[in-house]
């Protein structure tokens, strides 16, 4: 038998160990006695990009998309600030009314809670709604309860273009100017989009107010005695609008056609005007209004109305028609095209770059992004762009990169950001840039990141977060100490809730352990459950952890002590607590871990009726479950091993569907392993089939058919073993420890190899790739290597035997890193390699380089160090040869 079958059987063995402590230690990605994911982010990050995503498309004119980007960040239960949810909400509505949407945007009003936002700000979309409908004493009306300093930005110039309306309604044009002027302002000091909506409703209102100074046939007179004139295209203006006000639409149309075909150069801005009333009376849907929205953007001559027609576009055409579409990006392609320059090639390459984000093309987000970055530094769109590029980045996955375009958003424009929630995000793309590429730099810059965002205004369940992410941050930077005083800072975890601080401890406590520091942590636990005023809950479950480090430790009398204080605290806790199962689920397990700690300690009766009241207390519980695996084991330890199979059939014929079934036939295999005799090995292969046939979806599976290759080896049925091993190579292709299956492949092709010696070259191939391949377990390389050696051995190629030992002594003795990365078995394998490879050169007659070889063992300290020394001695001619056993 091969010594990777030995190895491999061990493992095996482990595995049901490591099993068995998910139940009480919890899953490797979960931190038990809590809901969350012990690797999850901070969700804060993802508020703030749906939020300023909202914002940042209200901004810039994307109507259809920031009231979607709104409607979806309310859905979501994380957003949980009221004053963000409150901003939220407006913006939906205003990118709603922008749409025209005015029913909608009604209801979306009425579901807002009158706490999140001022009743001044609701007050005035219900005015802006009046004002739409041209309802101008509903108007009047909403505007006595708004109270103007209550409003703020964008809602300044909406107040004022309603003023202006009613002005202009009651025949004060002089005021509705003044009005209208304030308006384009204020509108203008907040983004270009809304100076451009206020532009355009300024422009339609005044159209429409000159059209109802004189009688739609007096308008046709005064047309058609001027036309071709500067006053006959404004009549042209003027009639179209009156028409279009009576229902006349392809008359008013028809109009402006005319129009547009005769004015001359000379009457630029009087076309501008004429293109616009073709896009808002013909409409982006049909062929004339996407014409005239295309001439007027690349063409026109007035930036205010060459604004309006963009914005029409670019927000009719992301996600609309593919003819829409296909005209927005024509009419974007042509302004950034422009030899002459053209005034909105900054915005056209931000909306283009919009349109590659919402397609994917990251690639042209970069491209246009760096270009509007790099030639417009004093841009209104580039705070939109920067934000976008970030965002792009993180899809790609190219966090490090997110996190300097956020630093660079936040350094240019905080006044105008979300920075506490932006501080966060930040942290997370350093956190995920370390996540992916298991970099520990990254995870110290995350834990920079995080401290800076603590220092925000955040409340307890931000706050909370955020010192989690921080002491998680210095667990994976290997900075244990930074982690233990973020964790003793009495400060940060008064603010901090006592779920988080569990997490953060329990994920302390599990670094520790990793580094062999369970005394320490035990320590550490002893400490923390004797501090003064220590919540309840939290209280709780730092004691049952004391007790199962106590188990861990070997400190098996404390187990007890443990557990009696967590009985007398759960007491306590049971009264503050809806779930009472959640208790009793802490309970049965603390009780399982004594029985297992008085089992080691040989009390063993107390133990067991500990077990047998588990399963009478708290049936239907894992705990009751897996005390069955902790009593077959016992058993099985004593060599009991018909008793210990007996009792797993009952844990598997009373819960057939427990997650503890598949790993109780996986015992009940091993102890037939252990009896050894023939029919026994046939009963665990059947043992092993039945978990794959009964629970496919189960993790063990793979281990079940690993091991049913091991067991057919031993069976001498190479063949079966062969297939085996094929089928796991196939069908796991993804999983970290495929390796083993393909190692065991190797070791079954070349055993075969007498049968047919294509199967020798398969085997050879399969090890060579797993020593070159650097995911590959370094131990486990490092044993592929050995044996390309040893089979090249058994088939007479000294020469390529000593090239295979030696490509293994310069990949792991002369690059010297990797030696120190060796585990035992690596050493052992390591050892034997350099053992190989030394007697070559003494059969070689080339002592002096064996001796070097065996110095070189001694002095690495590798297994075989003494009879390394006798071979040297001997060769020196100091003592009789050692014969290697």
């Not at 979300?418 to 996540?435: H, K, M, P, Q, S």
């Not at 393909?742 to 199967?759: C, M, N, Y």
Request: one cysteine or more; hydrophobic letters at 40%; charged letters at 30%.
């Amino acid at each position: 038998m091969t010594r990777s079958v030995i190895c491999l059987r061990s493992i095996a063995s482990l595995l049901g160990f490591w099993l068995l402590l998910q139940g009480s230690w919890g899953q490797e990605d979960r931190i038990p006695l809590s809901g969350d994911d012990s690797n999850a982010l901070s969700r804060l990050g993802g508020v703030f990009w749906k939020a300023e995503s909202a914002e940042r498309a209200l901004d810039a004119g994307l109507y259809k998309i920031a009231s979607e980007y709104a409607r979806v960040a309310l859905e979501d239960a994380g957003i949980s600030d009221r004053d963000l949810r409150g901003k939220l909400a407006l913006i939906r509505v205003d990118a709603l009314l922008a749409e025209g949407r005015l029913s909608d945007a009604e209801i979306a009003l009425d579901q807002i809670d009158s706490e999140l936002v001022d009743l001044s700000s609701t007050h005035l979309r219900k005015a802006v709604i009046a004002l739409s409908r041209k309802n101008s004493t509903g108007a009047v009306r909403l505007l006595e309860s708004i109270k103007s300093n209550e409003l703020e930005g964008g809602e300044l110039a909406w107040l004022a273009l309603i003023h202006g309306w009613l002005d202009l309604n009651s025949g004060d044009y002089g005021g509705s100017e003044i009005e209208f002027d304030e308006a384009r302002k204020v509108a203008n000091r907040v983004s270009p989009s809304l100076y451009s909506q206020i532009a355009f409703l300024t422009f339609r209102f005044q159209l429409e107010y000159a059209s109802s100074q004189i009688s739609l046939q007096e308008l046709r007179d005064a047309y058609q005695s001027s036309r071709g004139s500067e006053t006959g295209f404004r009549y042209a203006q003027l009639l179209a609008v009156a028409l279009n006000e009576v229902g006349q639409v392809a008359e008013a149309i028809e109009i402006l056609n005319a129009a547009s075909t005769e004015i001359p150069d000379t009457y630029a801005e009087i076309r501008d005007g004429v293109l616009l009333l073709q896009v808002l009376i013909a409409g982006l849907d049909t062929n004339r209004g996407q014409s005239a929205a295309k001439e007027l953007a690349v063409e026109g001559t007035d930036l205010k109305l060459q604004r309006i027609a963009l914005q029409h576009l670019v927000s009719e055409g992301l996600g609309g028609s593919d003819a829409i579409k296909r005209i927005m990006l024509e009419s974007l392609d042509e302004i950034i095209s422009s030899e002459s320059g053209h005034p909105m090639t900054a915005e056209a390459l931000y909306y283009r770059s919009v349109d590659g984000f919402q397609n994917r093309d990251y690639t042209r987000v970069e491209d246009d992004g760096k270009r509007l970055v790099d030639l417009y530094p004093d841009s209104e769109y580039n705070q939109g762009i920067l934000t976008l590029l970030a965002s792009s980045a993180w899809q790609r996955s190219r966090f490090r990169t997110a996190a300097s375009l956020l630093t660079q958003t936040r350094s240019r424009f905080a006044d105008k950001l979300d920075v506490d929630r932006l501080n966060i995000l930040i942290a997370d793309c350093y956190f995920r840039a370390g996540d992916q590429a298991d970099n520990e730099g990254d995870f110290s810059d995350a834990a920079d990141a995080y401290k800076v965002a603590l220092e925000g205004d955040l409340n307890e369940e931000e706050y909370s977060q955020v010192f989690f992410q921080l002491v998680l941050s210095h667990l994976n930077a290997n900075e244990i100490d930074e982690a233990k005083r973020v964790l003793d800072n009495s400060e940060l975890s008064r603010k901090s809730s006592p779920g988080e601080i569990w997490q953060a401890e329990w994920m302390l406590i599990k670094q520790m352990r990793k580094r062999g520091e369970s005394i320490e942590a035990y320590d550490r636990i002893n400490s923390f459950v004797s501090l003064e005023g220590l919540n309840l809950s939290l209280q709780m479950k730092m004691l049952w952890l004391g007790s199962k480090l106590s188990y861990e430790s070997g400190l098996y009398s404390e187990t007890s002590t443990w557990v009696d204080r967590l009985s007398s605290v759960l007491e306590d806790v049971l009264e503050d607590v809806e779930d009472p199962e959640f208790i009793n689920q802490v309970e049965s397990d603390a009780l399982l871990t004594m029985a297992e700690s008085l089992l080691k300690s040989d009390q063993v009766e107390r133990g067991l009726d500990i077990l047998a009241r588990v399963r009478s207390e708290f049936k239907g519980y894992e705990s009751a479950e897996r005390s069955y695996l902790v009593e077959a084991r016992h058993l099985a330890d004593q060599d009991l091993l018909v008793e210990s199979s007996q009792l797993l059939n009952v844990l598997v014929k009373e819960n057939p569907q427990s997650k503890f079934a598949p790993l109780a036939l996986y015992e009940i295999a091993l102890n037939a392993e252990k009896r050894g005799q023939g029919e026994y090995l046939n009963q665990a292969l059947d043992l092993l089939d039945r978990i794959a046939k009964d629970y496919p979806e189960s993790d063990l599976v793979y281990y079940a058919r690993l091991k049913q290759g091991n067991l057919a080896r031993r069976l001498n049925e190479f063949e079966t073993a062969e297939l085996v091993y094929e089928s796991l190579e196939n069908n796991y292709r993804d999983r970290p420890d495929r390796y083993w299956a393909q190692i065991s492949l190797a070791d079954t092709l070349i055993a075969r190899a007498s049968e047919d010696p294509s199967k020798f070259e398969a085997g050879i191939s399969r090890l060579e790739l797993l020593i070159d391949l650097p995911n590959v377990p370094i131990e486990l390389r490092v044993e592929a290597g050995y044996k390309i050696g040893t089979a090249w051995e058994s088939q007479g190629e000294k020469l390529k035997a000593k090239a295979a030992y030696w490509n293994l002594y310069d990949l792991f003795v002369v690059e010297e890193k990797r030696i120190h990365d060796l585990g035992k078995k690596g050493r052992y394998w390591l050892s034997r390699a350099m053992f190989e490879l030394a007697e070559i050169f003494e059969n070689e007659a080339k002592l002096d380089t064996a001796v070097e070889f065996y110095e070189k063992i001694e002095d690495l300290g590798l297994i075989g160090s003494e009879l390394a020394r006798a071979r040297i001695e001997q060769l020196r001619g100091r003592s009789p040869i050692a014969s290697i056993p």
